[in-house]
Each structure stands twice: as structure tokens, then as C-alpha cells.
């Protein structure tokens, strides 16, 4: 998620243009784009009358951040955000609690989806075509659901993953003047052929090329990068326990850009007890259906 661009004096959007011969014809976006531009317009307001470093969305932004980074209890945000509200004037727009720090950013509709997947990860449920509402695995019989014994036949899911849907992600690198233009920095921008000095400079890219010559004809279609690995979430002393993150990265930035945290999309979480190995294809589904 991109969060550098969103204070009130740097979030400015493109609007879309198309080329008719050599001249540019300015088009009007669709619903769910001005949506989104009328939203961002809204919480961009700056955070009190004459305040110039923070709006109501970079201040939830900054505050959720401070949260995740230090591990903070969601009591202590309350307290928190309740503390820097006081501080300010009366007509602050800080929000009060965790629930309205969550709802704000939620507009940006950045959000995640959850989905059933089979313990030993042979299956996903996540469409109709795809087994969707079953109840067991149809490869290893296990079932979906357990039954918590504490509150009689309660179900509870086994196992799930997170998917970050990355379609919105991407459109956001294009909505931005700050990040549109670089977009087409590595078809744009002449490098000495001889020095490798960005991932389109190597011979996979280059054979790519060769191969889809329609997709390589239009600077702005997004090269991606993607990489997968796992760690214990719980440190070195905790119980034995993997968990995967699948990352996507674009690779039409400068290398400046293109390698900096901010464009690195945490794509899919796959929780599981150990390495997922050949069946990390299965949690791939989602992410290979959007591509």
C-alpha cells in the first residue's frame, strides 16, 4: 500500500487521457474511480483549521502504523488517539478509537479477503466452480469445519488464508501524478546496454520481450516480480509454526523505487504449520486468476 503521497499538500490524482494521433484527449473516469477521488478529496481535509503535515487519512494511516510496528493493544490506541485529540484544537478530525481509525482507511477499498483452504492445503473454497460449498476436502477428505466441543455444535473454519486482491493495488500506482509517470521509467529511460543496472536489463526480460511483442509495445503494462518465503511469526523460542508471505513488485520504477517497501504488495498470507512446498500453487489460485 502505497502512504507516502497522502498528506494534503502532496496527494494530487491524474485523470485519464487517451491518445488520439499526437494529441491528448482528457476522458472522465468511471464510477468507481471519481468515487474514490471524491473520498480522497474528503478525508485529505486537512486534520485542523491550518494544519499542514497530517489530514484525517494520514493521521489514521500513521496512527495504524505506529500500532502494527510496536505491537500495541488496541487499548492503549484508544488512549493513544483520545491523548492527541485533547492536545489539539476543538476542531480537530482525529479519530477516537481503533474502530474509526479502521473505517477511515477502509475507504480506501485496499481491503482483504479471507479464504477456506484445506488443512494439508491440497484445495482452496474460494469460487462456485471450485468446490466452493463443500464441507471436506475432496482429495484428502478432510473436513472444513470443526465442531468446538464448549459450545455444542458451533463450527469453526480449520484453516484460512488472507489474500490482498492486488487489481486495486496497482490502480493506485496509476491514480497518482507522484508515481504514474514513473511507471514507464524502464522502457523510457536509455541505459548502457552493457551494465545490468535494472531487472529489465536481464536476459529474462528480454526474452520475454521476444516473446509477448504486444505486451512489451505499451511502456505502461506492469512487469511483476514475485517471491515467496517463510518465517516463524513467533521467534526463535516459540512453538514450531510457518507462515508464508507471497510478494509481488513492479518492476517499471527505477531501481530507487522499484525495490523500496512501499512498492512491495503483500499479495498472500498462507498460514500453515510447515512449508508448503509443491502445493504453494494451490494458494497461488487467487492471485493467478487476477493476473
Given at each position: 500500500?502505497?502512504?507516502?503521497?497522502?498528506?494534503?499538500?502532496?496527494?494530487?490524482?491524474?485523470?485519464?487521457?487517451?491518445?488520439?494521433?499526437?494529441?491528448?484527449?482528457?476522458?472522465?473516469?468511471?464510477?468507481?474511480?471519481?468515487?474514490?477521488?471524491?473520498?480522497?478529496?474528503?478525508?485529505?481535509?486537512?486534520?485542523?483549521?491550518?494544519c499542514e503535515n497530517h489530514s484525517e487519512l494520514s493521521a489514521?494511516?500513521?496512527?495504524?502504523?505506529?500500532?502494527?510496528?510496536?505491537?500495541?493493544?488496541?487499548?492503549?490506541?484508544?488512549?493513544?488517539?483520545?491523548?492527541?485529540?485533547?492536545?489539539?484544537?476543538?476542531?480537530?478530525?482525529?479519530?477516537n478509537n481503533f474502530f474509526q481509525a479502521k473505517k477511515s482507511?477502509?475507504?480506501?477499498?485496499?481491503?482483504?479477503?479471507?479464504?477456506?483452504?484445506?488443512?494439508?492445503?491440497?484445495?482452496?473454497?474460494?469460487?462456485?466452480?471450485?468446490?466452493?460449498?463443500?464441507?471436506?476436502?475432496?482429495?484428502?477428505?478432510?473436513?472444513?469445519?470443526?465442531?468446538?466441543?464448549?459450545?455444542?455444535?458451533?463450527?469453526?473454519?480449520?484453516?484460512?488464508?488472507?489474500?490482498?486482491?492486488?487489481?486495486?493495488?496497482l490502480r493506485r500506482l496509476y491514480f497518482s501524478v507522484a508515481?504514474?509517470?514513473?511507471?514507464?521509467?524502464?522502457?523510457?529511460?536509455?541505459?548502457?546496454?552493457?551494465?545490468?543496472?535494472?531487472?529489465?536489463?536481464?536476459?529474462?526480460?528480454?526474452?520475454?520481450?521476444?516473446?509477448?511483442?504486444?505486451?512489451?509495445?505499451?511502456?505502461?503494462?506492469?512487469?511483476?516480480?514475485?517471491?515467496?518465503?517463510?518465517?516463524?511469526?513467533?521467534?526463535?523460542?516459540?512453538?514450531?509454526?510457518?507462515?508464508?508471505?507471497?510478494?509481488?513488485?513492479?518492476?517499471?520504477?527505477?531501481?530507487?523505487?522499484?525495490?523500496?517497501?512501499?512498492?512491495?504488495?503483500?499479495?498472500?498470507?498462507?498460514?500453515?504449520?510447515?512449508?508448503?512446498?509443491?502445493?504453494?500453487?494451490?494458494?497461488?489460485?487467487?492471485?493467478?486468476?487476477?493476473?
Open positions: 500500500m502505497i502512504t507516502d503521497h497522502v498528506g494534503p499538500s502532496n496527494a494530487h490524482c491524474m485523470q485519464p487521457e487517451s491518445v488520439i494521433g499526437s494529441e491528448y484527449m482528457e476522458e472522465n473516469p468511471d464510477l468507481e474511480t471519481q468515487n474514490f477521488f471524491n473520498m480522497l478529496v474528503v478525508a485529505q481535509a486537512p486534520l485542523w483549521e491550518g489514521s494511516l500513521e496512527a495504524l502504523s505506529l500500532k502494527s510496528g510496536y505491537n500495541m493493544s488496541e487499548g492503549c490506541f484508544n488512549r493513544m488517539v483520545q491523548l492527541m485529540g485533547e492536545a489539539m484544537p476543538k476542531d480537530h478530525r482525529m479519530v482507511v477502509e475507504k480506501l477499498g485496499l481491503g482483504c479477503t479471507k479464504i477456506d483452504c484445506c488443512p494439508k492445503g491440497c484445495m482452496l473454497y474460494y469460487r462456485e466452480n471450485c468446490h466452493k460449498s463443500r464441507t471436506n476436502c475432496f482429495i484428502c477428505r478432510m473436513e472444513r469445519y470443526k465442531t468446538n466441543t464448549r459450545k455444542g455444535f458451533d463450527k469453526k473454519i480449520v484453516k484460512k488464508m488472507w489474500y490482498f486482491p492486488i487489481i486495486p493495488r508515481t504514474a509517470p514513473h511507471l514507464r521509467w524502464h522502457s523510457e529511460n536509455q541505459r548502457d546496454p552493457s551494465i545490468l543496472s535494472h531487472p529489465s536489463d536481464g536476459e529474462a526480460c528480454k526474452h520475454f520481450d521476444r516473446m509477448h511483442p504486444d505486451f512489451s509495445q505499451d511502456p505502461r503494462n506492469v512487469r511483476l516480480g514475485l517471491c515467496a518465503n517463510g518465517f516463524n511469526p513467533f521467534g526463535q523460542y516459540g512453538k514450531r509454526y510457518s507462515c508464508w508471505p507471497v510478494i509481488l513488485t513492479p518492476y517499471n520504477p527505477p531501481p530507487s523505487m522499484c525495490m523500496k517497501r512501499e512498492f512491495m504488495f503483500l499479495t498472500i498470507l498462507v498460514p500453515v504449520p510447515s512449508n508448503p512446498k509443491h502445493k504453494i500453487d494451490v494458494f497461488l489460485q487467487p492471485l493467478i486468476d487476477d493476473l
